[in-house]
């Protein structure tokens, strides 16, 4: 890894991590981290669902849609929030488009911190 700065390490460390573990569908994180603006967010797992946030620390942001693997094949995109369907997507690669679809407007690196101190420097800008 070369050396940039303290968020792009934190964040490739976490997808590194990801595409090691083998806790999601292998053609999914590949998917999600040849996305150039995917691979600048914080990539977590949970339940088998690869998520994406807008800060390093817990609790994760929660708007961005993640991706649930689907029995049978394919892959179902939710979110933001666990009440929204985006729709089902056949392949990886779909899966991904819609994701990006459907980032917040303005959506940039992973702050380094939490969704309230995140905020909090949204607020002030």
Not at 12 to 38: C, I
Not at 83 to 107: F, H, K
């Amino acid at each position: 890894m070369t050396e940039g700065a303290p968020e792009e390490d934190l964040i490739e460390t976490a997808w590194q991590k990801l595409l090691t573990a083998h806790r999601v569908d292998g053609r999914l994180l590949r998917a999600a981290y040849a996305e150039p603006r995917l691979r600048r967010l914080f990539p977590w797992v949970g339940m088998g669902e690869l998520h994406f946030s807008r800060c390093t620390e817990p609790p994760w942001s929660w708007d961005v849609p993640f991706i649930a693997p689907v029995m049978g094949g394919g892959f179902f995109v939710g979110g933001p929030s666990r009440s929204q369907s985006v729709g089902p997507a056949p392949t990886a690669e779909t899966a991904i488009a819609m994701v990006v679809e459907r980032l917040p407007p303005g959506c940039g690196r992973a702050f380094v911190g939490t969704p309230e101190e995140l905020a909090e420097k949204e607020q002030s800008e």
